[in-house]
Protein backbone atom coordinates (compact mmCIF):
# COMPACT_ATOMS: atom_id res chain seq x y z
CA UNK A 1 0.00 0.00 0.00
CA UNK A 2 0.70 3.47 -0.89
CA UNK A 3 -0.22 4.74 2.30
CA UNK A 4 2.42 6.98 3.47
CA UNK A 5 3.15 8.94 0.13
CA UNK A 6 0.70 11.66 0.68
CA UNK A 7 2.42 12.48 4.03
CA UNK A 8 5.86 11.98 2.74
CA UNK A 9 5.40 14.09 -0.36
CA UNK A 10 3.99 17.09 1.71
CA UNK A 11 7.09 17.23 3.34
CA UNK A 12 9.10 17.45 -0.39
CA UNK A 13 7.01 20.40 -2.51
CA UNK A 14 9.12 19.92 -5.22
CA UNK A 15 8.60 16.19 -5.37
CA UNK A 16 5.34 17.01 -4.97
CA UNK A 17 4.26 19.61 -7.62
CA UNK A 18 7.00 17.55 -10.27
CA UNK A 19 4.52 14.48 -9.82
CA UNK A 20 1.55 16.58 -10.70
CA UNK A 21 3.20 18.26 -13.07
CA UNK A 22 4.02 15.11 -14.74
CA UNK A 23 0.36 13.77 -14.40
CA UNK A 24 -0.86 17.25 -15.80
CA UNK A 25 1.89 16.26 -18.71
CA UNK A 26 0.68 12.98 -19.13
CA UNK A 27 -2.76 13.54 -20.28
CA UNK A 28 -1.98 16.06 -22.55
CA UNK A 29 -3.01 18.92 -20.05
CA UNK A 30 0.56 21.46 -20.94
CA UNK A 31 -1.08 24.78 -19.29
CA UNK A 32 -1.53 22.87 -15.62
CA UNK A 33 2.06 21.20 -16.39
CA UNK A 34 3.27 24.36 -16.54
CA UNK A 35 1.73 25.38 -13.57
CA UNK A 36 2.80 22.67 -11.51
CA UNK A 37 6.73 22.65 -12.96
CA UNK A 38 6.86 26.16 -12.18
CA UNK A 39 5.58 25.79 -8.61
CA UNK A 40 8.04 22.41 -8.37
CA UNK A 41 10.79 25.36 -9.19
CA UNK A 42 10.80 27.48 -6.80
CA UNK A 43 11.96 24.67 -4.61
CA UNK A 44 15.13 23.98 -6.68
CA UNK A 45 13.72 21.02 -8.39
CA UNK A 46 16.10 20.75 -11.82
CA UNK A 47 13.74 18.82 -14.01
CA UNK A 48 11.01 20.21 -13.45
CA UNK A 49 13.09 23.63 -14.49
CA UNK A 50 14.24 21.49 -17.71
CA UNK A 51 10.27 20.31 -18.67
CA UNK A 52 9.29 24.18 -18.13
CA UNK A 53 12.05 24.83 -20.87
CA UNK A 54 11.09 22.25 -22.47
CA UNK A 55 7.03 23.33 -22.57
CA UNK A 56 8.27 27.30 -23.97
CA UNK A 57 10.96 26.07 -26.55
CA UNK A 58 7.70 23.33 -28.20
CA UNK A 59 4.80 25.67 -27.30
CA UNK A 60 2.94 23.47 -25.59
CA UNK A 61 0.73 25.31 -23.26
CA UNK A 62 1.39 28.75 -24.33
CA UNK A 63 3.23 30.19 -27.21
CA UNK A 64 6.48 29.05 -28.03
CA UNK A 65 9.26 31.91 -26.58
CA UNK A 66 12.58 30.07 -27.29
CA UNK A 67 14.17 33.17 -25.55
CA UNK A 68 12.65 31.85 -21.94
CA UNK A 69 12.81 28.49 -22.70
CA UNK A 70 17.00 29.38 -22.68
CA UNK A 71 16.94 30.67 -19.57
CA UNK A 72 14.46 28.17 -17.85
CA UNK A 73 17.33 25.73 -19.45
CA UNK A 74 20.30 27.78 -18.13
CA UNK A 75 18.89 27.69 -14.64
CA UNK A 76 18.61 24.29 -14.93
CA UNK A 77 21.95 23.32 -15.82
CA UNK A 78 23.71 25.63 -12.86
CA UNK A 79 24.82 22.77 -11.36
CA UNK A 80 26.54 21.08 -14.16
CA UNK A 81 24.28 17.78 -14.54
CA UNK A 82 25.52 17.22 -17.48
CA UNK A 83 22.74 15.83 -19.57
CA UNK A 84 21.03 19.75 -18.52
CA UNK A 85 24.17 20.84 -19.31
CA UNK A 86 24.19 19.72 -23.22
CA UNK A 87 20.57 20.80 -23.34
CA UNK A 88 21.62 24.06 -22.10
CA UNK A 89 24.05 24.27 -25.54
CA UNK A 90 21.72 22.89 -28.04
CA UNK A 91 19.32 25.45 -27.40
CA UNK A 92 21.63 28.76 -27.52
CA UNK A 93 23.16 27.15 -30.78
CA UNK A 94 19.46 27.43 -31.84
CA UNK A 95 18.72 30.69 -31.12
CA UNK A 96 18.79 33.34 -33.47
CA UNK A 97 20.86 36.52 -32.58
CA UNK A 98 18.23 38.71 -31.38
CA UNK A 99 17.07 35.60 -29.21
CA UNK A 100 19.99 35.42 -27.70
CA UNK A 101 19.77 38.71 -26.68
CA UNK A 102 16.32 38.56 -24.95
CA UNK A 103 17.22 35.48 -23.25
CA UNK A 104 20.58 37.93 -21.45
CA UNK A 105 18.26 40.50 -21.19
CA UNK A 106 15.29 38.79 -19.25
CA UNK A 107 17.23 35.98 -17.78
CA UNK A 108 18.13 38.09 -14.37
CA UNK A 109 14.90 38.18 -13.07
CA UNK A 110 14.38 34.97 -13.54
CA UNK A 111 17.22 33.68 -11.85
CA UNK A 112 16.71 35.47 -8.53
CA UNK A 113 13.82 34.00 -8.16
CA UNK A 114 14.30 30.32 -8.87
CA UNK A 115 17.87 30.07 -9.22
CA UNK A 116 19.62 27.99 -6.23
CA UNK A 117 20.63 31.04 -4.16
CA UNK A 118 17.11 31.86 -4.00
CA UNK A 119 15.55 28.60 -4.24
CA UNK A 120 17.68 25.62 -2.03
CA UNK A 121 17.15 27.79 1.15
CA UNK A 122 13.33 27.37 0.53
CA UNK A 123 13.47 23.79 -0.13
CA UNK A 124 16.07 23.47 2.93
CA UNK A 125 13.59 25.66 5.25
CA UNK A 126 10.86 23.21 4.82
CA UNK A 127 13.10 19.97 5.13
CA UNK A 128 14.22 20.98 8.45
CA UNK A 129 11.10 22.10 9.83
CA UNK A 130 9.39 19.30 8.79
CA UNK A 131 12.07 16.96 10.20
CA UNK A 132 11.25 18.76 12.92
CA UNK A 133 7.33 17.29 12.75
CA UNK A 134 7.62 14.10 12.18
CA UNK A 135 6.39 11.50 14.40
CA UNK A 136 6.25 7.85 14.98
CA UNK A 137 8.57 5.05 15.73
CA UNK A 138 11.38 5.23 13.54
CA UNK A 139 11.90 1.07 13.24
CA UNK A 140 8.15 0.48 13.47
CA UNK A 141 5.05 2.23 12.32
CA UNK A 142 6.59 3.57 9.12
CA UNK A 143 8.44 0.28 8.13
CA UNK A 144 6.47 -3.00 7.48
CA UNK A 145 3.89 -2.47 4.81
CA UNK A 146 4.58 1.44 3.79
CA UNK A 147 5.61 2.24 0.57
CA UNK A 148 6.20 5.49 -0.70
CA UNK A 149 5.74 6.43 -4.66
CA UNK A 150 7.52 9.47 -6.03
CA UNK A 151 8.08 10.50 -9.80
CA UNK A 152 11.27 8.74 -11.33
CA UNK A 153 13.19 10.48 -13.85
CA UNK A 154 11.18 10.66 -17.27
CA UNK A 155 8.40 11.11 -15.12
CA UNK A 156 7.67 7.54 -14.34
CA UNK A 157 6.91 6.01 -10.32
CA UNK A 158 9.75 5.28 -8.24
CA UNK A 159 8.94 3.34 -5.14
CA UNK A 160 10.71 4.02 -1.80
CA UNK A 161 10.36 1.57 1.16
CA UNK A 162 9.07 2.59 4.45
CA UNK A 163 12.29 1.60 6.10
CA UNK A 164 13.69 4.10 4.29
CA UNK A 165 11.47 7.12 5.22
CA UNK A 166 13.77 8.90 8.15
CA UNK A 167 17.02 8.19 5.90
CA UNK A 168 19.41 11.09 6.36
CA UNK A 169 18.87 11.87 2.45
CA UNK A 170 15.13 12.69 2.57
CA UNK A 171 15.29 14.98 5.68
CA UNK A 172 18.63 17.02 5.76
CA UNK A 173 19.38 19.40 3.35
CA UNK A 174 23.07 18.55 2.33
CA UNK A 175 22.40 15.01 2.13
CA UNK A 176 18.91 15.33 -0.06
CA UNK A 177 21.04 17.50 -2.11
CA UNK A 178 23.52 14.86 -2.66
CA UNK A 179 20.96 12.24 -3.50
CA UNK A 180 19.63 14.89 -6.18
CA UNK A 181 22.98 14.86 -7.86
CA UNK A 182 23.35 11.56 -7.53
CA UNK A 183 20.34 10.82 -9.47
CA UNK A 184 20.62 13.65 -12.00
CA UNK A 185 24.42 14.13 -12.52
CA UNK A 186 24.69 11.18 -15.12
CA UNK A 187 22.71 11.76 -18.59
CA UNK A 188 19.17 9.55 -19.23
CA UNK A 189 19.15 8.86 -22.30
CA UNK A 190 15.25 9.98 -23.29
CA UNK A 191 14.75 11.49 -20.15
CA UNK A 192 13.41 14.81 -21.99
CA UNK A 193 12.09 15.24 -25.15
CA UNK A 194 13.77 17.52 -27.02
CA UNK A 195 12.02 17.33 -30.09
CA UNK A 196 14.23 18.89 -33.20
CA UNK A 197 16.80 19.73 -31.30
CA UNK A 198 17.87 15.65 -31.51
CA UNK A 199 19.24 16.46 -34.79
CA UNK A 200 21.60 18.63 -33.49
CA UNK A 201 23.45 16.57 -30.58
CA UNK A 202 26.31 16.32 -32.32
CA UNK A 203 26.83 19.87 -33.65
CA UNK A 204 29.13 22.27 -31.57
CA UNK A 205 27.98 25.43 -30.06
CA UNK A 206 28.52 28.61 -31.52
CA UNK A 207 30.47 31.20 -29.87
Do not use: C
Not at 18 to 32: C, I, L, M, V
Amino acid sequence: MLTGSAGFLAAHPDLLYRGRGWQAFKRGDHKEAMRWFVRAARYADKPSQVMIAELLWNGQGRPADRALAYVWMDIAAERGYEGFVSLRELYWHQLEPAERQSALERGQSVYAEYGDPAAKPRIAQVLRRERARMTGSRTGSRSGALWISLVGPDGDEHLIHGTEYYAEKFWDPEAYQAWHDATWQTPRAGSVEIGDLEQMKDAPPQE
